[in-house]
């Protein structure tokens, strides 16, 4: 599962967007939606959360977590961030991973969480319907960056 954060400004409008795969790279299925008008921050914490209300709600019962957020990753990690807000978060997130049997967290680069950004990009602008399956993943962007993914084709340049 992969889930990224979007914001416009720093406080800003805000979307989020968790993508999940199986082990070739096919599309499970995906959410994205509106964060309100939060930090960066805010809306990736939601966006695992999401993405992990997902996954169990589907009955995925092992999953990898990934993300391009150290400052997320790494406060779930330790149970701990330096911004007061975030802490409230970890109670909830953790409540989340008692559905699963088995999990880890990893962080990938920007250019590894292409698709979670696009989706929360789409998310802040409510373009996508919420959640999106295999059937109804029709967006040319999304496939594009699929099919990209799958055959590990590097992408250059700013996404």
């Not at 299925?29 to 992990?52: D, H, K, P, R, T």
């Not at 995925?60 to 400052?71: F, L, P, Q, R, T």
């Not at 409230?88 to 991973?97: D, Q, V």
Request: glycine share 10%; net charge neutral; with cysteine.
């Amino acid at each position: 599962m992969n889930f990224d954060g979007a914001s416009k400004g720093n406080l800003g409008a805000s979307g989020f967007g968790a993508i999940v795969r199986d082990e070739e790279g096919n599309l499970v299925g995906a959410v994205c939606g509106q964060a309100g008008f939060v930090s960066n921050n805010i809306a990736e914490i939601i966006a695992l959360e999401e993405g992990l209300k997902w996954t169990a709600v589907n009955d995925i019962k092992k999953v990898v977590i990934e993300g391009d957020s150290k400052v997320i990753l790494s406060g779930i990690i330790n149970h701990w961030f330096t911004n007061w807000q975030l802490n409230a978060w970890i109670p909830r997130i953790y409540g989340h991973l008692q559905n699963f049997t088995d999990y880890q967290f990893q962080h990938t680069y920007h250019k590894g969480n292409k698709v979670a950004n696009l989706l929360a990009n789409h998310g802040i602008a409510g373009t996508l319907p919420a959640v999106i399956s295999p059937v109804n993943a029709r967006n040319r962007d999304i496939q594009h960056r699929l099919l990209e993914d799958r055959a590990h084709i590097p992408r250059t340049g700013i996404d």
